[in-house]
């Protein structure tokens, strides 16, 4: 089946950087794009921005440019967001979703990443 | 950047209809998409490119938009329809947007 699986919790020092990783199998990697959102405690979803895995090209959201980095390596099937800078705003649940057609039909599981000193 | 409007909260009695409306300039242009999301999980997808429902949503769940806004409707709402559900929609840029979500409540 179509799934997606992303990496374990995570818990920084404000200043880090954080790359969550998002393992793709059930379809090809390539053929579809790869966008992350986040969701922070009690709060609506956030896009942060999407990932063409077969080529590579990414588009992030305003806010996040400068700070986030969505790369990939088709071998394993691997998609990452890495964020820097990061700072107690940032905690929240990070997800992966495929995109096709029918919208973001696939998710990650989430990954927390706190961000607490 | 653009905006997508939801009201924070819709109540229903059981077998009413829930309507959640979704407002901003790009639904003019561009596709809308909706999402439910239960405490604790991650976002499915319940209606695409504004009216098609992706196999395996109920047929309760339908969604119809005009200008600059759309409308998710549930027919028939049940216990398990409690949620929160979020529109979507993109620029002609690639740039998504997600609405400030509506917690659907099943009185």
């Known amino acids: 089946q179509v799934q997606l699986v992303q990496s374990g919790a995570e818990v920084k020092k404000p200043g880090a950087s954080v790359k969550v990783s998002c393992v793709a199998s059930?379809?090809?990697?390539?053929?579809?794009?790869i966008n992350w959102v986040r969701q922070a405690s009690g709060q609506g979803l956030e896009w942060m921005g999407w990932m063409n895995p077969d080529t590579g090209k990414t588009g992030y959201a305003q806010k996040f440019q400068g700070r986030v980095t969505m790369t990939r390596d088709t071998s394993i099937t691997t998609a990452y967001m890495e964020l820097s800078s990061l700072r107690s705003a940032d905690t929240a649940v990070y997800y992966c979703?495929?995109?096709?057609?029918?919208?973001?039909?696939?998710w990650g599981q989430g990954t927390t990443v706190t961000v607490s000193s | 950047s653009f905006e997508l409007t939801q009201p924070p909260s819709v109540s229903v009695s059981p077998g009413q209809t829930a309507r959640i409306t979704c407002s901003g300039d790009?639904?003019?242009?561009?596709?809308a998409y909706w999402y439910q999301q239960k405490p604790g999980q991650a976002p499915v997808v319940v209606i695409f490119k504004d009216t098609e429902r992706p196999s395996g949503i109920p047929e309760r769940f339908s969604g119809s938009g005009s200008g600059t806004e759309v409308t998710l409707t549930i027919s028939g709402v049940q216990a398990e329809d409690e949620a929160d559900y979020y529109c979507q929609s993109s620029d002609s840029s690639g740039t998504w947007v997600f609405g400030g979500g509506t917690k659907l409540t099943v009185l």
């Open positions: 790009a639904l003019a242009l561009q596709f």
């Open positions: 059930g379809y090809t990697f390539t053929s579809d794009h």
């Open positions: 979703a495929r995109t096709t057609n029918s919208g973001m039909d696939v």
